[in-house]
């Protein structure tokens, strides 16, 4: 498939009229073709207005119409073949087998959201039957379901090109809730972006739904992505990226004279906790398996488990040992963007500084587009006096804090941030102590996990990915899983409306076939 470099604008493709740029490729460093001139404040203005014009009509399309145009977005997806996978891998620097697994898994999220729109229960349908003889006041018929928010964008991510970018996560959703989605590509991908925009676009005029449907924008600055946020037809937005960007677009959004939610992903360091009896039989292989997941695609996962907690002991010095040794074997690995991985180096050398901080291993030295495994140690008395050290490292970068007891750990985890995940290591006699802490856990992550690593996250309906600030804008929400419609989603309520003007989902006939609550208590279908 030819790329051309265009923005796709409802039906159109149209090359853009502000500075362009081109995709680098990762390893090398090389500008890969084509340009991808900017879109202008036309081009969002036009997007903005073809979203908020097919908004009342996509909205309301029948349940399997949708179901079908996900699924139609899936199939032309996989239809690109390995064009996709191959120009992806250049514009990333990650390997096939990761490509291809972040292909299966934006697709398998496309189907899901599919099933869910079909099973219907999202709608929320819940109908209280009018009560004339009620005393001393009769009730009044009420009826409720949730509807799309309006239109969304979207900000595709620099470190799941697939799975939280133009098809991803975000957009799956909200398409599934009924809400059109403007896309603003990240030009860290903009070939890989192109295609799978294509394939959106394509399916959008199969399924004969209103261009607005979809849109995708492209620019190398910030004046596209604040311009969008800041348009008053957008009614939510969805960001996966740094800390700095995603407040940066809260405060837009909070600014607008009619303010929206923004559901940003942002940062974590996600902490392990390896409980004594855990360590002691088997310290060792709970060090090899840690160094694996710190150091999986070159340590950037907003999962990557880069904080270590545990007692001073033998079981701590076999796991030290074994992720040690693991480490100073791992070669370096090509990073997404220069920009990444010139940050990387210097919060490495940032930590590495530290005078009470000890450096435990390093993976070997790479070129210039590549960042090295690092893992140091500190005591907890260290960790909790200085709050640079408590900062995500954005690669493949851990620290050790090493606490004199429970309580010490217990006083590292009440000042941590919000977190997006933390992991337990544990033996049947270390359980009593879980205990104690699951409470304080609850409070600080959206994703609690026993003898693994949050590296690996389901798309399943009973996944969250999420936590309280800064892990994510809004700890009550999910990125992942069936879940992550509710962020497109509002209630409405219809009191004494005739059946005629009733929402189909409401009407006594329920034809659309919901499941549905009446007075409280599910519907017979």
């Given at each position: 498939m030819t790329l051309r470099g265009e923005n796709l604008i409802g039906a159109e493709a149209r090359r853009g009229t502000e500075a362009a740029f081109r995709a680098v490729e990762a390893a090398t460093g090389r500008a890969l073709e084509p340009d991808f001139p900017g879109a202008d404040r036309g081009d969002l203005d036009r997007a903005c207005a073809l979203a908020e014009a097919a908004f009342d009509t996509f909205r309301e399309t029948d349940p399997e119409a949708r179901a079908g145009f996900l699924e139609a977005i899936a199939a032309n997806i996989l239809d690109i073949g390995d064009d996709l996978v191959t120009r992806c891998m250049a514009e990333t620097g990650l390997p096939r087998p990761r490509i291809e697994g972040e292909r299966a898994r934006t697709v398998g999220q496309l189907r899901l959201f599919a099933g869910v729109v079909r099973e219907g229960s999202y709608v929320e349908a819940r109908i209280d039957p009018a009560l004339p003889d009620r005393?001393?006041?009769?009730?009044?018929?009420?009826?409720?379901?949730?509807?799309?928010?309006?239109?969304?964008?979207?900000?595709?991510?620099?470190?799941?090109?697939?799975?939280?970018?133009?098809?991803?996560?975000?957009?799956?959703?909200?398409?599934?809730?009924?809400?059109?989605?403007?896309?603003?590509?990240?030009?860290?991908?903009?070939?890989?972006?192109?295609?799978?925009?294509?394939?959106?676009?394509?399916?959008?005029?199969?399924?004969?739904?209103?261009?607005?449907?979809?849109s995708l924008l492209f620019d190398a600055g910030q004046s596209i992505g604040q311009g969008l946020v800041a348009d008053p037809r957008i009614a939510a937005v969805g960001f996966t990226g740094s800390r700095r960007g995603g407040t940066a677009l809260m405060a837009i959004a909070a600014g607008r004279p009619s303010p929206i939610p923004v559901y940003a992903e942002m940062s974590s360091i996600n902490p392990v906790l390896l409980f004594p009896g855990a360590l002691a039989a088997r310290g060792a292989a709970i060090g090899k398996a840690f160094a694996a997941s710190l150091t999986l695609g070159a340590g950037q996962f907003c999962t990557n488990p880069g904080l270590i907690l545990a007692l001073p002991g033998p079981g701590l010095d076999a796991f030290l040992e074994a992720a040690g040794a693991a480490l100073r074997e791992s070669p370096a690995a090509t990073m997404l963007t220069p920009g990444i991985q010139r940050a990387y180096r210097e919060a490495v050398a940032r930590v590495a500084g530290h005078a009470a901080v000890t450096r435990i291993a390093e993976g070997a030295e790479g070129g210039a587009t590549q960042g090295r495994a690092t893992l140091f140690a500190a005591d907890s008395d260290v960790f909790l006096a200085d709050p640079e050290l408590q900062e995500e490292m954005f690669g493949a970068s851990g620290l050790v804090v090493r606490c004199a007891d429970f309580a010490a750990m217990r006083a590292v985890l009440e000042r941590l941030e919000g977190q997006l995940t933390a992991s337990l290591h544990l033996a049947p006699e270390d359980h009593a102590a879980a205990r104690d802490l699951l409470p304080l856990l609850e409070r600080r992550v959206g994703r609690i996990l026993v003898d693994g690593f949050g590296t690996g996250v389901e798309v399943a309906h009973a996944m969250v990915h999420g936590g309280p600030y800064p892990a994510t804008s809004d700890g009550r929400t999910t990125s992942v899983g069936s879940l992550a419609i509710d962020r497109f989603l509002r209630p409405v309520s219809y009191q004494d409306v005739p059946d005629a003007l009733l929402p189909a989902a409401l009407q006594a006939a329920n034809p659309l076939g919901l499941p549905r609550r009446i007075d409280g208590t599910p519907e017979r279908r």
């Open positions: 005393k001393p006041l009769p009730r009044p018929d009420l009826r409720l379901r949730r509807i799309a928010v309006g239109p969304v964008a979207v900000f595709g991510a620099s470190n799941f090109p697939l799975a939280f970018s133009v098809a991803g996560g975000d957009t799956a959703s909200a398409l599934a809730a009924g809400c059109p989605v403007v896309v603003k590509a990240h030009p860290a991908h903009p070939g890989t972006s192109e295609l799978v925009g294509r394939a959106i676009q394509k399916a959008v005029a199969a399924c004969g739904l209103p261009e607005g449907t979809f």
